[in-house]
């Protein structure tokens, strides 16, 4: 439940706070559902690779990805940040690379400069109970573009934070790219009237630029 109270996160006995963008929220610890999906095992394997491959690393790598960390910042909580350690820079860029089935890096990559996504759009139709879903292009997608989708939700949702990978878009000249075949075989054939989120961003080389969501309904026949 939302409360008014000082800023505060974390557990406290059976009890966990947080805040979100409603305000204060305190809610009742409970345990995390672990269905054990394709993308929570995918996502899990490469994160152990990515794990299991900084103990490979020497000393000089250490180093490198530490500086590369001491550059960044964790997200704001209560107003606070830290830099973030060598490890978990290398783990994060190496998990994303080793998701998508590419080698994983042993130095850190160059930092990109990514350009403005070339996702600008989303697209449902209804044609005879035919249900289709297309992304809208600006221009080639590039190296990686990763789309993201979650259930369908009800048509007066206007935000979800649970989010599932559909799969990477091809890399084809093209105003729009299908992806209803992506999202069915995530979540099955979306209903007339339902609202549909998608997530995009862009991958280079293990780093990832920050997301974009669209959403649209499902036209009624």
């Known amino acids: 439940m939302k409360i008014?109270?000082?800023?505060?996160?974390?557990?406290?006995?059976?009890?966990?706070?947080?805040?979100?963008?409603?305000?204060?929220?305190?809610?009742?610890?409970?345990?995390?559902?672990?269905?054990?999906?394709?993308?929570?095992?995918?996502?899990?394997?490469?994160?152990?690779?990515?794990?299991?491959?900084?103990?490979?690393?020497?000393?000089e790598q250490f180093l490198a990805w530490a500086t590369v960390g001491g550059n960044r910042r964790t997200r704001s909580v209560l107003g606070r940040s830290n830099p973030v350690s060598g490890y978990l820079v290398s783990v994060s860029v190496n998990a994303h690379l080793a998701l998508l089935g590419l080698p994983?890096?042993?130095d850190p990559p160059p930092i990109p400069v990514f350009a403005a996504s070339p996702v600008v759009g989303l697209i449902t139709s209804n044609t005879g109970g035919v249900v289709s879903l297309k992304l809208q292009l600006s221009r080639k997608p590039g190296q990686y573009v990763l789309v993201f989708g979650a259930r369908p939700q009800g048509p007066g949702v206007t935000y979800v934070d649970?989010?599932?990978?559909?799969?990477?878009?091809?890399?084809?000249?093209?105003?729009?790219?299908?992806?209803?075949?992506?999202?069915?075989?995530?979540?099955?054939?979306?209903?007339?009237?339902?609202?549909?989120?998608?997530?995009?961003?862009?991958?280079?080389?293990?780093?990832?630029?920050?997301?974009?969501t669209f959403t649209a309904r499902i036209p009624a026949l």
């Not at 800023?7 to 672990?34: A, C, H, M």
């Open 4 to 59: 008014r109270d000082v800023p505060q996160t974390g557990s406290l006995g059976e009890t966990v706070s947080y805040q979100n963008r409603y305000g204060q929220i305190r809610r009742r610890k409970i345990i995390p559902r672990n269905p054990r999906t394709r993308g929570q095992m995918d996502w899990r394997a490469a994160f152990q690779r990515a794990r299991s491959f900084w103990g490979t690393l020497t000393d």
């Open 104 to 106: 994983m890096v042993a």
């Open 162 to 212: 649970h989010y599932s990978l559909l799969g990477v878009l091809p890399d084809e000249d093209a105003e729009e790219v299908d992806i209803t075949d992506l999202y069915v075989a995530r979540f099955g054939e979306p209903p007339a009237g339902k609202r549909i989120f998608i997530r995009t961003l862009q991958q280079i080389n293990g780093w990832r630029d920050r997301p974009n």
